[in-house]
T-cell receptor, first 112, second 114 residues
Framework: GESVGLHLPTLSVQEGDNSIINCAYS??????FIWYKQESGKGPQFIID?????DKRQGQRVTVLLNKTVKHLSLQIAATQPGDSAVYFC???????????FGGGTRVLVKP | DSGVTQTPKHLITATGQRVTLRCSPR?????VYWYQQSLDQGLQFLIQ???????AKGNILERFSAQQFPDLHSELNLSSLELGDSALYFC?????????????FGPGTRLTVL
């Protein structure tokens, strides 16, 4: 498959453990944040989003936390599975509000 | 499968040439977005079209242009290609013009400029 960002930070996690992926965003005017997952050879896939009027949102096995004070976003994956191995990107909508700016990505490797 | 299709899957060409990448959005989606993903720049927003009209512009070079046709498919034209244009190009679609929507990404076109 395609190789994305050969020098990405990498998180190795044991199957069944919880994963936490962090993202520092740049623009204090951003009011919409999204996490995407990109598997090798595929396009990014939406995981979960959060608006700035919330500090936590939960989905199926995933939780996004938003700390606007320090401009920090995190994605928690519960009971990590081999299928969770991928590159994860955070994105924000920026000052103009209508364009997504993506972070550099974090590679998650799940060890059996 | 996101429902967004892109052709071709791979494209190899030479410097100075021009290529056209094609995207068909999900059925019913009116917005199309183009992104470039390179190893050193990450995933970068290029341009958005909504119902045939340009809606938002990102880091798109003047050598690049796009359009959205009445049937809502979109084309990204890259001209005077340089080695640095080698990248994955993704198209995404969403139901309306708002950024507060999930964007569905296609499988991408891998462009290699030799």
């Amino acid at each position: 498959g395609e190789s994305v960002g050969l020098h990405l930070p990498t998180l190795s996690v044991q199957e069944g453990d919880n994963s936490i992926i962090n993202c520092a965003y740049s623009n204090s005017a951003s009011d919409y944040f999204i996490w995407y997952k990109q598997e090798s050879g595929k396009g990014p896939q939406f995981i979960i989003d959060i608006r700035s009027n919330m500090d936590k949102r939960q989905g199926q096995r995933v939780t996004v936390l938003l700390n606007k004070t320090v401009k920090h976003l995190s994605l928690q994956i519960a009971a990590t599975q081999p299928g969770d191995s991928a590159v994860y990107f955070c994105a924000e909508n920026g000052a103009a509000g209508n364009k997504l700016t993506f972070g550099g990505g974090t590679r998650v490797l799940v060890k059996p | 499968d996101s429902g967004v299709t892109q052709t071709p899957k791979h494209l190899i060409t030479a410097t100075g040439q021009r290529v056209t990448l094609r995207c068909s959005p999900r059925s019913g989606d009116l917005s199309v977005y183009w992104y470039q993903q390179s190893l050193d720049q990450g995933l970068q927003f290029l341009i958005q079209y909504y119902n045939g009209e340009e809606r938002a512009k990102g880091n798109i070079l003047e050598r690049f242009s796009a359009q959205q046709f009445p049937d809502l498919h979109s084309e990204l034209n890259l001209s005077s290609l340089e080695l640095g244009d080698s990248a994955l190009y993704f198209c995404a679609s969403s139901p309306d013009r708002s950024v507060y929507n999930e964007q569905f990404f296609g499988p991408g076109t891998r462009l290699t400029v030799l």
